[in-house]
């Protein structure tokens, strides 16, 4: 159809739009179930699993003992690791999966692109088990304890997928499979898959957790140099995701910290937030349950406020972040990092090559925080009470 855009008026033109779109919308689309009806050739499906080799039931790997390293996965030449799916024994209460570390390197590196707790990783945060499911992560049903992945992880010169049971009690068994494309050549522009766990215990400001202006005036975050850091690599590539989890020691909102990207180098963040909750797409400091494909909050604290463990999640399926020479993704914890929280993520990359990872958090500092109870509570109170005078009908908000 030829179009005389010279007297073509603006209420025609639209109509022609409208009439069109069905036509454009079905021979440019890129989505996952049309790319699914198109024929393949050159790929053979391959699986590495724990399947008994004798043919009987044991279709495990026997136990890993405290402080064991073991490959899991080794595969030769060029392909596309296209699902992941593990489950462990003993089940989290016994076994923490905060302490059983997942690595991923590619291309014969010898340095891992993908360095994690197996729990984060897949989503689910401290030593807990909760259902959770995205679109490229999932862990459940029974109660989260089997994990998945969806995530493309291509790979050129090998690949190979790494276990390290660094609790003190032995993995006695671990079930998985890792399907992927075997090929004889990726497309060149293949990036390589990468995720990095991260752990702080945030510092409040010298003048205390004025969030809200409660205790105290709040002051303006210009320089972003005491931020939570979530991804900071060199490169070129595109961020993909974020597992975020929160442990907060304190009734108080913790999710006035916004989101700041420093891309490519530059000095002020190019991309600003305005708040955690919008960050992750959503809104006015929930502490519900919600699931998306792309967001949501599977695990949210059932305490005083907001006291206690939040896990929330996002995936830039639509929307990811690109840079060409580097990107650093940080956010604040509460307004101006004046709050203490436990915070942990797992950030979700690819690069058009397999980089190092910064180091790691060791065993020692990503222990998870105890729980805040009613007598910690109470011991607040009686030094509040102390504080104003020690009056017999001091009431709590005076």
């Known amino acids: 159809m030829k179009i005389d855009f010279k007297v ?12 069109s779109f069905p ?12 790319e699914l009806a198109k024929m393949k050739s ?20 026997e136990p890993f003992a405290p402080g064991e390293k073991r490959t899991i996965a080794e595969i030769k030449g060029a392909g596309v690791i296209n699902h992941i799916w593990i489950t462990i024994a003993p089940p989290p209460d016994v076994l923490s999966r ?11 590196n010898d340095y891992p692109s993908v360095e994690s707790p197996i729990g984060p990783f897949f989503g689910q945060g401290w030593n807990e088990q909760y259902n959770y499911a995205s679109l490229p992560l999932s862990a459940g ?7 998945s992945s969806y995530f493309a992880m291509p790979f050129e010169k090998g690949a190979r997928i790494e276990i390290e049971n660094q609790n003190d009690k032995p993995i006695t068994a671990l079930y998985f499979y890792v399907d992927y494309l075997e090929m004889e050549q990726i497309p060149e522009d293949m990036g390589r898959f990468h995720a990095w766990y991260n752990h702080t215990l945030s510092e409040a400001l010298p003048e205390g957790e004025t969030e809200w202006a409660l205790t105290g005036p709040q002051k303006p975050n210009q320089k972003g140099e005491r931020n939570y850091r979530f ?6 590539g595109h961020f993909v995701g974020i597992n975020y989890y929160v442990h907060s020691p304190s009734p108080m909102w913790y999710g006035e910290g916004d989101d700041m990207w420093y891309i490519d180098g530059e000095k002020k963040p190019r991309l600003i937030g ?29 305490d005083i406020g907001w006291l206690g463990r939040t896990h929330i999640y996002r995936f830039f399926i639509n929307d990811p972040i690109f840079f060409e020479t580097g990107v650093k993704g940080t956010i604040e ?7 203490t929280l436990d915070l942990a993520t797992v950030a979700y990359w690819y690069q058009d090559r397999a980089v190092m990872l910064p180091p790691a958090p060791t065993k020692e500092l990503r222990q998870p925080k105890p729980f805040i109870n009613p007598g910690d509570i109470h011991r607040w109170r009686d030094a509040w009470r102390k504080a104003k005078g020690n009056d017999p009908q001091l009431w709590g908000n005076e």
């Not at 919308?25 to 996952?32: A, F, I």
């Not at 914890?333 to 709050?339: D, F, I, Q, W």
Request: aromatic content about 12%; proline content about 6%; some cysteine.
């Open 42 to 61: 050159g790929v053979k499906n391959k699986r590495v699993s724990s399947s008994d080799p004798t043919g009987g039931n044991s279709d495990h790997l």
């Open 23 to 34: 036509l454009f919308s079905q021979t440019n689309t890129m989505g996952d179930m049309f």
């Open 141 to 147: 049903p029974a109660n989260g304890t089997g994990l």
């Open 8 to 19: 073509l008026n603006l209420s025609t033109f639209f109509l022609w739009i409208m009439l």
């Open 274 to 302: 305005t708040g955690t909750e919008d960050f992750f797409n959503t809104s006015w400091c929930p502490k519900e349950p919600f699931s998306h494909p792309h967001f949501g909050y599977p695990r949210v604290n059932n």
């Open 231 to 236: 991804i900071d690599t060199k490169g070129k």
């Open 98 to 108: 905060n302490d059983i570390i997942i690595r991923m390197y590619w291309d014969g």
């Open 333 to 339: 914890t509460g307004h101006n990092n004046n709050l």
